[in-house]
């Protein structure tokens, strides 16, 4: 249904790997391409095992995949992958390898991927902040490492909302003040830190309490740690951090959601990338005042000790200048540090603005009425980077049409609300416009072919995760595999057809498997 679904579209291939419960490598095979309808896609094709990570083995794989669906390498216009070197090499990577088959298939660093390294840089960059992050793993494990406090937590939590709710603090409704539990943060996925830190400032009062209550009346082995973990979770520098970085993190989160559409593209991307940089800075340049009045009233409500802000910082960091006072000290040494490590990392990492295909595509970005539009450098598109596509005429047909386009559509109402590419080229079937400006909807689609993030794939694996239990890895391999490939491909079925559709999937050993 996906290959139909293709048709003779130009694609992009999406590509990650994996180790399932039985520790064999498993490699997810996402393609990305525009339907006949003017949508953007990405379809979950296949996964497959290959016996190890080099590049070589895995492009052998992927042209096996390929040929027995009749896909055609030379109408790749695409790849994304992450950073590792077998994938993003430029002389044997995987990326290189295709290019080498299929010169116009270009390579884009998943985006996702390029933001965890920006964050996670920025943390190591700051001692302060890496301290934090530590110990907040460290309260975190504690608290949650049993049954027994955990249900101690919940239990604080709930006292805690239903004198919340007497005194009239706290709204009441469907779904609201539900109890909930500290969140633990992931190490490649950057979205967890921020929902452990949010937990902790939900929870910090019954976790407090909780922490207390193992210290006074816990058995002795556990008392130590606790008053370890209580300490440390009273220090002025770890709830100062706490709120620091729920604040920064808060505005890196909408990057982190917006690189996991499907359908964004990556002009839309880049632009998203910019809107987190100019929202980072305006915090830098007005968020401090805010930052330390919330600090401050968090503190008194919570009994924690502040040190006074107008007075020398003493606490010998050979790091530190001399002389400074706290304000000093908390203001540029950590918040404004953070701010500045993450800015540089994003600039340094996010180098597409210097790209000039992306330069010459951004002439389709459709905001303020199509100002970017210039009819050179769609031009120059087609001919420099996708000349298999446009033959000659094709060239001089699309510059006649550029000279009616832009008249057209800023004439047209119906566009003035599009937002995006992707969105531009759905209005532009909807609209009856593809048949009247073909070259430029082919160009459109080739732009919107270039991957932004390899979110997809992971997705894929989640599932993949759920089907190959430890439990079923017991069963016969061959069947399992196909089970697995086909529990994913009816997770990712919502979007091939809206309507209820029942499939019949032939599986190895004579197995027959229904799903509607």
Known sequence: MI??????????????????VSNTEQMAIIIRFVDREGILRERFFTVVSVTDTCSQTLMDKIIMVFAQYNLQLENIRGQGYDGASNMSGQINGLQALFQTE???????????HRLQLSLNAAAKGVHDVWQFFSTLTMIVNFVDSSAKRHSMLKARREEEISDLVAAGTLETGSGKNQATTLQRAGATRWGLHLRSISSLLKLFKATQSTIDDLY????????????????????????????????????????????????????NAIHSVSIVKTKLQDLRDKGWDNLIEKVTTFCCEHDISMPDMTAPYKKGRRDCEKDITNECYYRFNIFYCVIDFQ???????????????????????????????????????AEKYYPQDFSLNDRRALDLECGFFVADVQKDSRFKNTT????????????DKTWLYPMIYRLICLILTLPV???????????????????????????????MVLYIERTFADSINNDDVVSEFELSGSRRVKFS
Do not use: W
């Not at 058995?219 to 770890?238: I, N, P, R, T």
């Open 3 to 20: 290959r139909d679904e293709i048709g003779d579209s130009k694609f992009a291939i999406l590509v990650d790997g994996a180790l399932d």
């Open 102 to 112: 299929c010169p116009y298939a270009y390579y884009v660093h998943c985006f996702a």
């Open 216 to 267: 006074l009346n816990g058995v002795d082995k556990v008392q130590g740690e606790a008053k370890a973990v209580g300490k440390a979770l009273k220090k002025f520098d770890f709830v100062y951090c706490l709120h620091m970085m729920h604040d920064i993190m808060r505005t890196t989160d909408f990057l982190c959601q917006t690189l996991q559409k499907k359908d964004i593209d990556i002009l």
């Open 343 to 381: 800015l540089s990392e994003l600039d340094s990492r996010f180098t597409e603005n210097s790209k000039e295909i992306l330069t010459l595509g951004a002439s389709f970005d459709p905001r303020h009425n199509f100002r970017a539009f210039k009819r050179e450098d769609v031009y120059k598109l």
């Open 420 to 431: 995006s590419v992707s969105h531009l080229c759905r209005r532009m079937f909807e609209f």
């Open 453 to 483: 993030s390899t979110a997809t794939t992971e997705r894929a694996f989640s599932s993949m995760n759920i089907v190959k239990s430890k439990l079923r890895n017991k069963m016969n391999d061959e069947f399992l595999d196909d089970l």
